[in-house]
Each structure stands twice: as structure tokens, then as C-alpha cells.
């Protein structure tokens, strides 16, 4: 009996995470030049869906659509001056296209600029994003204004609206913080998380390595990413798991194979 009762403890357990939704960014999907070309190569690795940014999103919905597959985010750069944040018109555009659908608004704010400018454009696009059924999740970012968890949270509890949260990088905590800090980073975040970002890494002095040490496949690199994904059953994380790519050196079809090999592995 107790064997058995472990048996079915195991199995509830495997089968809660393998239910867990892994997407890569968009960047990864760069060598597939058509929307059709995109969408047939993430049905084919077995992919649940991508990422995108303000543009030409309608159309890449609709084979998205015909596919049964998610657009997770769209990514939302602003570039802030000490005099004001303006929200560009293609950004305003994007949000009523994306009226009434699970895709978050991924925000972040680059430049330099005072926090109560900042604020203000995260209300406005909060207030837009509200407007339109949609959420928004800050994305912490190494150099920009948003550049940490804790930042984002800061604005997030300023904000104080249940749609508004943020998000977690991985590559980006670690170019900031000690890997001791993972568990305190996002138990801090738990209540607010939207999205999660992960991917192959080094461990070390993370602070002083440049982005090709820490981003890499999910699988390779001495850091051992199911620690993260073993903390966001700790802190009962819902949503999806999404894959960055940036300037990985490989062909996109190759190392989005292996990232999808090693996610069967580590999942």
C-alpha cells in the first residue's frame, strides 16, 4: 500500500508539470522566413506556441489560429527620455488587436527617465490593456529601467491593479544576481507572476559572463536550469514556460530540436 500510494503521488506529479506550456521567443524563429514557415516549424517540434511584437501581428494570428497554437506575449519596448515616456501609435494598435485573447503584454521601459514617468506609462498601457481584457506583465531587462525583478515588483504594487504583474528571465537574473538568489527572486514574485522565461546557462560568476555563456539551448551549460522549474511547482506557477533564443549560434531548427529534447528530459 504504501508503495502504491507513492506510485500515484509520482504520477500526479509528472503529470501536473508535462502539463505545463513551453513556447520559445520569437527570436528563435528567425531562420523560418513566412508566418506559414513559423507556425509549421513549432507544430512540428511539438512547441505550444511563440512570442511576438507590435506590427504585423493580425496575420501572424491567423496561422496561428488555423494551428491551435498560442501567441503567449507580445513584446513591448518603450524608449523613455528624462522628458517623457510616449507610447508609440503601432503599441496602442497591437493591444485592440489583441482584444479579449490570453496573450500578455510583455512590458518594459528602456532609458533614462525619473520613476513617476515611468509609472506613468505603465498606467497608460495598464489602463489600455484593462480596457481590452488583456493582461501586462513588467519584463525585467539588464540595462534598462526595468532592469530586475525587484523593480518590476516595485511598480507592479505601485500600479496595484490584479491584471499587472511581471515576469522572470532567467538569463537576465543571472547577469544580475548570485544563482544563491534564485528561490528568494521568485518566491518574492509568486503572487504577481505572469510569464517565465528559461534556457541553457553557465554557472559562475554570471555577472561577468556575456550573453552567449548565458544563453544558450535549455539542456546545455553548466547551470542546472530544473532547479528554476522545480521552484515554480514550489510556488504553484500556472503559466506557461517560454524559451529564450537571442543570438544563440546554431540554426534556429537545431537548437530549438535540442531545447525541446531537453525539456522531455528536465520536465
Known amino acids: 500500500m504504501k508503495y502504491f500510494r507513492l506510485f500515484l ?18 527570436n528563435g524563429l528567425n531562420d523560418f522566413e513566412s508566418y506559414q514557415d513559423k507556425v509549421a516549424a513549432l507544430k512540428e517540434l511539438g512547441y505550444n506556441g511563440t512570442t511576438w511584437r507590435p506590427g504585423d501581428t493580425q496575420e501572424f494570428l491567423i496561422e496561428l489560429d488555423k ?12 524608449r523613455a527620455t528624462p522628458d517623457g515616456c510616449p507610447i508609440p501609435q503601432v503599441v496602442m494598435d497591437e493591444i485592440r488587436v489583441l482584444r479579449g485573447r490570453n496573450t500578455v503584454i510583455w512590458l518594459t521601459i528602456v532609458g533614462e527617465t525619473s520613476d513617476k514617468i515611468a509609472l506613468e506609462a505603465i498606467r497608460t498601457i495598464s489602463t489600455l490593456a484593462k480596457t481590452n481584457d488583456l493582461r501586462v506583465a513588467l519584463y525585467p531587462h539588464y540595462g534598462f529601467k526595468i532592469d530586475t525583478v525587484a523593480t518590476a515588483l516595485q511598480f507592479t504594487k505601485l500600479i496595484n491593479e490584479s491584471h499587472v504583474g511581471v515576469s522572470f528571465n532567467l538569463c537576465h537574473f543571472l547577469k544580475q544576481n ?77 537548437h530549438l530540436q535540442r531545447s525541446m529534447a531537453a525539456w522531455k528530459q528536465v520536465k
Open 178 to 254: 548570485d544563482e544563491a538568489d534564485l528561490e528568494a527572486t521568485l518566491q518574492s514574485a509568486a503572487a504577481n507572476l505572469f510569464l517565465v522565461s528559461v534556457n541553457g546557462a553557465d554557472r559562475g560568476d554570471t555577472q561577468s559572463m556575456n550573453w552567449d555563456q548565458l544563453i544558450q539551448p535549455l539542456g546545455e551549460g553548466s547551470f542546472d536550469t530544473s532547479r528554476a522549474l522545480d521552484l515554480l511547482d514550489e510556488i504553484n506557477y500556472k503559466g506557461p514556460v517560454l524559451l529564450q533564443c537571442y543570438n544563440i549560434d546554431q540554426p534556429d531548427n537545431v
Open 67 to 78: 494551428a491551435d497554437l498560442q501567441l503567449y506575449a507580445t513584446y513591448v519596448v518603450l
Open 9 to 26: 503521488l509520482t504520477s500526479l506529479i509528472t503529470t501536473l508539470v508535462h502539463s505545463r506550456e513551453f513556447a520559445p521567443f520569437d
